[in-house]
């Protein structure tokens, strides 16, 4: 065999075709931006449509008056003592109702992510109904555990409605969940091996989980802390029926200058005031958020998991199991045994209540307003899932400040006045082309804009979390890019995109603050409902109230379970 | 090292159809009138640096290439802009003679096998390979009996149902094989094939590969950073490095003559010192050494395969070490041995000059410490550009 002497640095030369600018590289960059955009066409338009547009009309309507802008009006209203004492309670309330949450909620968070016992997955859907709970019926719980006549003041003499004790217990019993799916969803996923290479290195038992689990656990323990700050900030329902005259956040007195006092200016200013700290909250969640991503070693949790073994570890798992227990059972027990509890017994007597029209209360039987909530809530599901799902297929490739800003943005629904938004609904959408006033479509179309961040929330996660590489295996062996997306994308959300579903279909079902503003008075929803049966006095009423809550709380409590059996390890994040 | 010497020879020795059926692949690829694939001043930039800077490259039909070269060379993007997942900034990639701008991956008609496989783990096996038949619409049919044929040609047979899951690393790979041979495609692109397997599988199926390949006639670009794995699969082997191509040649070629330094030492030669070549001797630091007949003249860089370096026991300490020297013979301490299995891999410090690597039979191996007697063989001396 001849051997050859070959050629050296083919590379080099042909000149002239190299300095001729292709452009192939930045066409495609331009069509990837052209999808985006068409994707990102759908949630834009909605949340301006909807959102966007309501909200700026109804600080319009307070702020523009007689052709001119009102500014003035800001430094007025924030100079009231009255107002300021209202922003004081919403701030310290919300940071106390935090602390507190954290407090008891760290410690179940360790226990459903690191220890295995039986009734282990029952226990997290149970913590988790009340985050889906309509705010109104966990007010009208712990009016019936902490309130006149309720179970503290019959048992111990001791009524807690008139003290702000009632708000910050309520205002756990909503959030243990995000702490504990937050918190807990990352920590089944820490590599325990990381923690032995700690003590390995010499470290002992609490040296190692300070010096590298905490550190690691930190970003989405502020994480969720900012969550709850941001909902506690916001906390309407609760404070509307435990706080009394006496206590009042931002969101009750935006509800109360608008519907009760119909001061448009000063609700338009405090509405302002909200959005401003709700943008500055979810601009530092973002930032957690962000930090909470960056490389962690991740493993499977069913690897982490571990038979409870000695006196501390026992002593923990039933402190956590009382305190669920007492903030979580015990409020929703006693809605329940409320509802059974009659003048003359127990009995189903305000369950048959609820089919007839006697109460007056309504035009309809109360039982009616269940068959309103569920098609107002498959309705809002529906959309929810199309303008969240088309949201999150644009974000799955992270580029750009502007996209992170939209993902931020899509959280704002969230955080804004739910009230705002259900009167901006009214004074907005009722002239053409958008003149909605009489359609039944108003109700879902404003539940849907809550709904659709959780299922951002939920499927960008596990959508992003799908290697890239796979897609440009499918594409390579023939696959456009629409058959890559049905092919690839579509089964490995298929899960994901359920369990957005049944969130965004139970943050509907209890959605209260916008809803008491649009839904007609002829068809209101069953948390409507609840709020008006509980502003009637008689027992009658009363245990209708109980009774009806006791129905949206079995139908959110059974939609979780179903969740709870496909809940993927990716998609805990709320 | 054996290994790449032993794929070597069996490529010389063994591998007829290579050289005889397909004469184009001993010609210089640019004398090849109507290639398969081309590239033309192929450039990627990633921000200011140059993935494929310029790159020039012909494949021609039934033809096995390896591009050969250490990680951040370039390799993975020159596959990914020829699949058109990663476009180009400047030059062009033509298949069978068509610009391929503008054309989207899943038009394209190449195959790709990727580093880590990607099988998709929600389809079965034969899912899997049914993949690309399924995009190309083939009916039913058609695409059972393709799937089954594919599974029996890498040694699965009847494996349709199994999960992805459930396979070895070894198995992964033939599915992976599978698959992307599956559409037919015109060119074949294996990315690090056998990059996670362990070294027995590797070398195993890096030979059923090439019969596989030779059988099918599929045509072939291959990238690895893996020399033995190159040498043994391919027809042609491309070096490269920096996001330029360095070396294009036979296996034979490129190992008995690395074109430059940077080659030499990719493929583990590290005896390599300056030299000035007149007549058939070669002046450098270890003393005169012969060189082969035809080596330009002048000065060089000359490399010493370890082959070429003969150990002889050391004559007693010389009075004058200048006088050994004279004598052609360079006196080494032995300061490292390996046992290599068939030899042993000897690392020496020379009285002067940089180190040498030596390579003898077991018995004859000195023991470290020991001081031992040079000569060089010109038939593994090699002189490089300077």
């Known amino acids: ?305 571990h038979r409870p073994g000695g006196p501390g570890e026992r002593a923990l798992l039933g ?256 | 090292m054996t290994e790449i010497r032993k794929a070597v020879t069996e490529m010389t020795t063994t591998n007829p159809t290579a050289d005889q059926t397909n004469p184009t692949h001993m010609a210089k690829p640019s004398a090849m009138g109507s290639a398969l694939l081309r590239l033309e001043a192929a450039t990627v930039r990633y921000g200011e640096r140059a993935a494929l800077d310029a790159v020039d490259l012909a494949v021609a039909e039934h033809e096995i290439v390896s591009v050969l070269g250490p990680s951040g060379s370039g390799k993975s993007t020159l596959l990914r802009a020829v699949a058109g997942l990663r476009p180009l900034d400047a030059g062009r990639v033509l298949l069978d003679g068509a610009d391929q701008r503008g054309v989207p991956p899943h038009r394209r008609g190449v195959g790709l096998m990727f580093q880590d496989h990607q099988l998709f783990p929600q389809r079965d096996v034969g899912g899997n390979v049914g993949f690309g038949p399924r995009m190309h619409k083939a009916p039913r049919e058609q695409r059972e009996h393709r799937v089954a044929e594919l599974l029996e040609l890498v040694g699965l047979p009847g494996a349709q149902g199994r999960a992805v899951a459930a396979l070895s690393g070894g198995e992964q790979q033939r599915v992976a094989l599978a698959r992307a041979l599956a559409p037919e495609p015109r060119l074949l692109m294996l990315d690090e094939p056998l990059g996670q397997l362990d070294r027995s599988l590797r070398e195993r199926l890096v030979v059923e590969l090439r019969q596989l390949f030779g059988r099918l006639g599929t045509t072939v670009l291959a990238v690895t950073h893996d020399q033995g794995e190159a040498f043994a699969l391919a027809d042609r082997v491309v070096v490269m490095r920096d996001g330029t191509i360095a070396q294009t040649g036979t296996p034979l070629e490129v190992w008995q003559h690395p074109a430059d330094e940077f080659v030499a030492r990719f493929l583990g030669f590290d005896s390599i010192t300056d030299a000035v070549v007149a007549g058939g001797a070669a002046t450098t630091e270890w003393g005169t050494l012969p060189v082969p007949p035809g080596t330009p003249q002048g000065p060089c860089r000359l490399l010493v395969r370890p082959t070429g370096v003969l150990l002889s026991a050391a004559p007693a300490p010389a009075p004058a070490p200048a006088s050994a020297a004279d004598e052609g013979a360079l006196r080494c301490e032995v300061v490292a041995r390996t046992f290599r299995g068939g030899h042993v891999a000897v690392t020496l410090r020379p009285e002067r000059g940089p180190r040498l690597e030596a390579e003898c039979a077991l018995r004859a191996a000195p023991r470290e410490g020991d001081t031992v007697a040079v000569t060089f063989d010109p038939q593994d001396v090699v002189a490089l550009p300077a």
């Open chain 1, 1 to 305: 065999m001849s051997v050859l002497r070959t050629g050296h640095g083919r590379g080099a030369g042909t000149g002239d075709r190299r300095g001729v600018q292709d452009g192939a590289a930045r066409a495609a960059r331009t069509r990837a931006a052209l999808v985006r955009g068409a994707l990102m066409a759908l949630p834009l338009l909605f949340f301006a449509a909807f959102f966007g547009y309501p909200v700026a009309a109804i600080v319009g309507r307070g702020l523009h008056q007689g052709g001119r802008w009102q500014f003035g009006r800001v430094g007025d209203v924030l100079g009231d003592p009255a107002v300021r004492h209202v922003l004081w309670f919403t701030c310290w309330q919300a940071a106390a109702s935090t602390a507190l949450t954290l407090l008891l909620a760290l410690p179940g968070a360790y226990v459903l992510a690191r220890l295995d016992f039986p009734g282990r997955r029952l226990l997290r859907a149970v913590v988790t109904v009340p985050f889906v709970l309509p705010t109104v019926v966990a007010g009208s719980a712990f009016l019936a555990l902490l309130g006149r006549d309720g179970f503290t003041d019959s048992l111990l003499g001791v009524r807690l409605d008139t003290s702000v004790w009632a708000i910050l217990i309520a205002h756990v019993f909503f959030n243990y969940a995000v702490v504990v799916r937050t918190v807990g969803g990352l920590w089944a996923q820490l590599d325990p091996a990381q923690e032995e290479a700690a003590r390995m290195l010499g470290a002992g038992r609490l040296a190692a989980w300070r010096r590298v689990t905490l550190p690691a656990l930190l970003p989405s323990v502020a994480a969720a802390a900012l969550m709850v700050f941001l909902f506690t900030f916001t906390s309407f329902g609760v404070i509307q029926i435990l706080g009394g005259p006496t206590y009042s956040t931002l969101e009750v007195e935006i509800y109360r200058q608008t519907a009760e006092v119909f001061d448009l200016p000063t609700a338009a200013v405090l509405t302002l005031v909200q959005f401003a700290a709700v943008l500055a909250i979810l601009a530092l969640h973002g930032w957690t958020v962000r930090r909470r991503e960056s490389a962690l070693r991740l493993v499977d949790p069913a690897r982490t998991a």
């Open chain 1, 319 to 574: 402190a956590v199991l009382a305190v669920v227990a007492l903030v979580v059972l015990l409020p929703l027990g006693v809605l329940v045994a409320r509802s059974f509890d009659t003048p003359n017994g127990y009995g189903l007597a305000f369950y048959r209540a609820l089919g007839s029209t006697d109460g007056g209360t309504f035009s309809v039987a109360p039982w009616q307003t269940v068959g309103n909530s569920l098609r107002f809530a498959a309705v809002a599901t529906v959309i929810a899932l199309v303008v969240g799902g088309l949201a999150a297929a644009a974000l799955v490739r992270r580029s750009g400040r502007l996209l992170r800003g939209f993902d931020a943005l899509l959280m704002l629904p969230l955080g804004t006045s739910a009230v705002t938004i259900g009167f901006g609904f009214l004074i907005a959408l009722d002239k053409p082309p958008l003149d909605l006033r009489d359609s039944w479509l108003l109700v879902p179309l404003a539940q849907a804009l809550v709904g659709a961040p959780f299922v951002v929330r939920v499927m960008l996660p596990v959508l992003r979390a799908v290697d890239d590489r796979l897609r440009e295996a499918a594409a390579v062996l023939g696959a456009s890019p629409w058959r890559v997306w049905r092919e690839v994308d579509l089964p490995m959300v298929s899960r994901a995109a359920a369990i957005a579903a049944g969130f965004a279909f139970a943050v509907s079902l209890g959605e209260f603050g916008a809803t008491v503003f649009i839904a007609r008075p002829d068809d209101p929803t069953l948390p409507v409902a609840v709020a008006r049966l509980l502003g009637r006095a008689g027992p009658m009423n009363y245990g209708q109230a109980m009774a009806l809550s006791t129905v949206l709380m079995a139908v959110c409590a059974a939609s979780l379970l179903v969740l709870e059996n496909l809940r993927t390890p990716s998609a805990g994040e709320l």
